[in-house]
């Protein structure tokens, strides 16, 4: 297993440790920031960078790579807001399927931050990782290894100095959001995911501390009370909401809360294989998921920014994706380019990085895939990304087809 790491890294590590300057020519261009396609574009990247956005027949200098679209359908990189990578061969995994930016949902040991470090440095393609280090949850469990100074908090970690401890651990070790938990999970069969863990006094002391060094914070809430509670303290997003009131979606449009409903997740639960396999799981999954839809399209109704997460960890039997998820919000009632929108430019706002990524526009990172069909006729066409680059590398490149 060592010397398979080793030759990943070393291979990854040759190929895009710089990146080309390249011409993406003959596509059919979607910004993400327009509901329309401009036809015949060439998009221009320099140094990793959006460098200008031409049109056919305007002049190619020779220090370009030149790489035909063939009329495919050009738009920015997927956002996943809520995942579990914690390896490399994961990260490979989200790129290949279109995701170019992630934000973690906990690990076990800061690998989310190693994973940043190596993309920022050029040793890996991508995605972006935004960090969020360990889980802040009443016990750690294995989890309390991740850090010598974790071993105070072996009796678990719920007083206000235990929760402000653990809080600026994962600061100090360079996670850029806090995740914590308003409710039990509903991916366990012995929790029932509607019931409230840390009180709303709990959730206040993690967002105020976190708050002092500029840290957002996400909270894991299916339930209705940890939500609420979650959001009136000032939550930067709540992930799951499977059973939100109205009530607390009031309060999240108020407070410009973002949800991350992870419904893709749930479906998952519904069947055999994927990241979920139980009987009980699968009962829950069938009685939440038309919850859910019902949460998301009264979500929708009253204008929350709604951001894709599909709450995996891009194992080898994972079959949830973000594309996946953004096909489900199509599906319940978002036009294609409002779900399209949620899993780029919303998705950017909320992990703040919306001056940086989430469109293609002139002085953004490069992070492109192209797509067999308009995105904003044809929703699945974002299940088969032919092209990725993130970061101005070319991560995955499936044309031409044909062979000369």
Known sequence: MKIILALLLLTVSHAFAQPKDYALTNANLFNGVENKIYADAIVFVKNGKIEKIGKKGDPIASNYTVVDCEGNYLMPGMIDVHTHIDNLASAQRALKSGVTTVRSASVSAYQDVSIREMVKSGKIPGPDMVATGVFVTPQLGETILADTRLGELIGGVNTDEELKKLVNVNIDRGSNFIKTRGTERAGLPDTDPREQTYTAHQLKVIVDEAAKRDIPVMIHAHGDEGAYAAVSVGARSIEHGTFLSDKTLKLMKEKGTFFVPTYITLVDLTKPGGDYDNATLEMRGNFMVPVAER?????????????????????????????????????????????????????????????????????????????????????????????????????????????N
């Open 295 to 403: 949460a998301f399209k009264k979500a929708h109704a009253m204008g929350v920014k709604i951001a894709t997460g599909a709450d995996n960890g891009y194992t080898s039997k994972t079959t949830s994706s973000v594309a996946l998820e953004v096909a489900n919000f199509a599906r319940m009632g978002m036009t294609n380019f409002e779900a399209i929108q949620s899993s780029t430019t919303v998705a950017a706002e909320l992990l703040r990085l919306d001056k940086q990524t989430g469109r293609i526009v002139n002085g953004y990172e490069a992070d492109l895939i192209l797509v067999p069909s308009n995105p904003l006729e044809d929703i699945n066409a974002l299940q088969d990304a032919l092209l990725v680059m993130s970061n101005g590398h070319m991560a995955i490149k499936r044309l031409p087809f044909g062979k």
